[in-house]
């Protein structure tokens, strides 16, 4: 168990309404990363944080912001929500220590957007 | 180019029995990691074993173990004396280079069932 918990774990909302997912975890770990999952694509990194307020890009960014203000949080925020947006999404820390470079996930959100 | 190829959908497998899953991978880095993760029908996504590009041995986890190929680019999961517990989604994934880049590319998965 890495610590990660996300809220809220369903939502349903309507399209063109800002949706912000959070992810919270207890153990002071520096990276961050938040992916989504659509059948036949696995998973695909969405944004990444490798520290308080320092954020990156990750392969499907468009339409998606981040921010993270402590390091315990790390938001994602649909600005305006889309039908294409309605996946399952996990959020990820990297461990350090161990098998190295492994990332550990998240319950998940199931987004559902109408 | 896909960089992570899972060619079997879904497998079926008896109790007991060991079990393979596939998976190829394609990159020109010579530091890599491959990463294979369980996601049962609950949901979450589980870490189950790593393999490092410079590793000599293949890795092992209690029941898994990874078969690296290294010159034909393949790291398939082994599951031995395979459990009905066993049956899950299983995702092949990859790490590019050791730093700068923090993307996990992951394979579109494996449905495995568990035969009782």
């Known amino acids: 168990d890495a610590g990660i918990t996300q809220s809220p774990r369903h939502k349903v909302t309507e399209t063109g309404t800002p949706v912000t997912l959070r992810c919270h975890q207890t153990?002071?770990?520096?990276?961050m990363y938040w992916y989504r999952q659509d059948p036949g694509h696995g998973l695909r990194l969405i944004h990444y944080?490798?520290?308080?307020?320092?954020?990156d890009k990750g392969e499907v960014s468009d339409g998606y912001s981040v921010s993270r203000s402590k390091t315990e949080d790390f938001l994602l925020t649909l600005e305006s929500a889309t039908s294409s947006q309605t996946s399952v999404y996990f959020c990820?820390?990297?461990?350090?220590?161990?098998?190295?470079?492994?990332?550990?996930f998240g319950p998940g959100t199931r987004l559902t957007v109408l | 180019a896909q960089k992570i190829t899972q060619t079997q959908p879904g497998m079926f497998v008896q109790e007991k029995e060991a079990v393979t899953l596939d998976c190829t991978y394609d990159?020109?880095?010579?530091?890599?990691?491959l990463f294979w993760y369980k996601q049962p029908s609950s949901g979450e996504m589980i870490f189950l074993i790593y393999?490092?590009?410079?590793?000599?041995q293949n890795a092992t986890e209690g029941r898994y173990s990874l078969n690296f190929q290294k010159a034909r680019k393949s790291a398939n999961l082994v599951i031995s004396a395979s459990q009905l517990g066993d049956s899950a989604m299983y995702f092949c994934?990859?790490?590019?280079?050791?730093?700068?880049?923090?993307?996990?590319?992951f394979g579109t998965g494996t449905r495995l069932t568990i035969i009782p």
């Open positions: 990820a820390i990297r461990a350090s220590g161990g098998s190295p470079d492994t990332q550990y």
């Open positions: 153990e002071n770990h520096r990276y």
């Open positions: 944080s490798y520290g308080v307020k320092d954020t």
């Open positions: 990159t020109s880095d010579p530091s890599y990691g």
């Open positions: 393999q490092g590009s410079y590793d000599q």
């Open positions: 994934a990859m790490r590019e280079g050791i730093f700068g880049n923090e993307k996990l590319t």
